[in-house]
């Protein structure tokens, strides 16, 4: 086989679910059966990562706390400048979150605050990796899957060896985080276009051609056909939804804007993926945090409307929720003109199924933070995941724990985070009236 013929062959593979870690001859047999169908679901998960370490504080600002003004005097955000927040004094938001601010007041986005856990790591890889696999602290701790490869588990328990027809996860990035990861294999697709992703995959040769390579290496040949052929028909899947929805709002012109646009017209479009995943990176801010921070949470602030204002002009925002998340925190006293890793922070979580408008998991404690200016964490992180996670797909708490360690987040202590108050088939209830303001 000539180099460039290789090459044409498998570039279609770049944007499909590549399993690793396990031998080849274990799954390469066909694949060309019946595909499994989707589950009887139509409910959908966007996760929006804060990559670098969001500064909590000049997000979600304690605006009277003396402590902050003191130690912030030159990032500190005034309350001259700052957004109300209706209901909760003790707390406003950055002036670039008009967004959040606008779907705060409607009831559709809450803010759950002092998100953390014990013993929390500062590092940015190993930080994102314990978030992204809802690991403990510890090493003996550390899982090798995603907690959204868990739940996906459950739903496709044959997944690679039986692929549904629609991706079960899409991350908008050139590569798939471990957020999907499900024994050595990604379950979600990485995808920066539909038509560009369709047009990537449909450009080699048919893949009924004779193969060219015999013997063991031919049997991986076939195996690697096969994943193109299954690349093929995401594809086609990917791109008739794409097709079937033009967003209805205009978005900004930024990264994480564009992002979620492919996402809602993706949604609006009828594709049955149930978790997608989007990224907005540069929140490191160790050095000039102003402008650039400003900008950021700008990007995120409307995003998030612009997203959500385009799910409910297709009639769809019933079925989405969003939530946000970091790897850490920042510490409370300013470096100058920036802030270092630090710990606990607060994160948002929106759509139509949320009972928005209020604030969750309390004021952040500046007076208890450690020597270092860490703050202490009041809701654990996994118990977030499970917050929304749980309601969201009527998950009971036996099949939770092949997911997420609730003994962290029993049922009565999770977040009230819903509209409603009883989650259906066996996920227990969640009553509204415990608002931990």
Known sequence: MKRRSFLKRTVPLLAAPIVLG???????RPLDAALASMPATDRVLVLIQLEGGNDGLNTVVPIDDDLYHRARPNLRIDRGVALALDGQPLLALHPSLGGV????????????ENIGYERMNLSHFTGTEIWHTASGPRREEFLTTGWIGRYLEREFPEYPDVLPAHPPAIEISPATSSVFTLRGSSVAMSLTDPEE???LVNGGPAIDEEPLIGGRAGREWSYVESIGEQSRTYAEAVRAAS????????????????????????????????????TIRGFD?????????????ASLGGAIESFQRDLAAHGVDDRVVGMTYSEFGRRVRENGSGTDHGTAAPHFVFGAPIAGGRTLGG????????????????VDFRCYFASVLAPLFAIGDEALRTILPIGLCDVPSRLPLYRTSAVGGDGGSLPLEMDLR
């Open 197 to 199: 992703f369709y047009a």
């Open 363 to 378: 004021v952040p404690r500046l007076d208890a933070a450690d020597e270092y200016g860490n703050l202490p964490h009041a």
């Open 22 to 28: 396990r031998g080849i001859d274990a799954i390469a």
């Open 243 to 278: 097709a079937r929805a033009a967003n209805g709002v205009t978005y900004a012109d930024d990264a994480l804007a564009a992002s979620l646009a492919i996402v809602a017209r993706l949604i609006a479009g009828g594709l049955e993926t149930r978790l997608y995943k989007v």
């Open 285 to 297: 801010t160790h050095t000039g945090q102003l402008a650039p921070h400003a900008a950021l949470l």
């Open 101 to 112: 601010q606008r779907l705060y007041k409607e009831g559709t986005l809450a803010i759950v």
